[in-house]
């Protein structure tokens, strides 16, 4: 079964850190580009970070930027975000996806491979 399973979530004080990974099973993630996102609740899907399959190109919101860092350990066939200087505003539902195009999966959300999600707040 080709699927992508997103962990790391939890409840964490503001200022705190986590650190999700988007692991592969099915298929190696070598050749895909990845997305982080989430969706709050009564709010839209965003886009967090991307990553390119080679790794070579990198895109943040500005709402996570010198906070976030997006990563990729293609031996492990997963990829990672680690999360820092966490703020209320950062709980939300996180989904990683896989796709090939690096613009389809960061600028179209269309991602070819969809994890369930993990739950992340962020709360005193």
């Known amino acids: 079964q080709l699927q992508l399973v997103e962990s790391g979530g939890g409840l964490v004080q503001p200022g705190g850190s986590l650190r999700l990974s988007c692991a592969a099973s099915?298929?190696?993630?070598?050749?895909?580009?990845i997305g982080w996102f989430r969706q709050a609740p009564g709010k839209e899907r965003e886009g967090v970070s991307c990553?390119?399959?080679?790794?070579?190109?990198?895109i943040y919101a500005d709402s996570v930027k010198g906070r976030f860092t997006i990563s990729r350990d293609n031996d492990k066939n997963t990829v990672y975000l680690q999360m820092n200087s966490l703020r209320a505003e950062d709980t939300a539902v996180y989904y990683c996806?896989?796709?090939?195009?690096?613009?389809?999966?960061?600028?179209?959300?269309?991602?070819?491979?969809w994890g369930p999600g993990t739950q992340v707040t962020v709360s005193s």
């Open positions: 996806a896989a796709d090939e195009l690096l613009f389809r999966v960061c600028d179209r959300q269309r991602g070819k491979y």
């Open positions: 099915g298929f190696t993630l070598d050749y895909y580009a």
């Open positions: 990553i390119s399959s080679s790794g070579g190109s990198i």
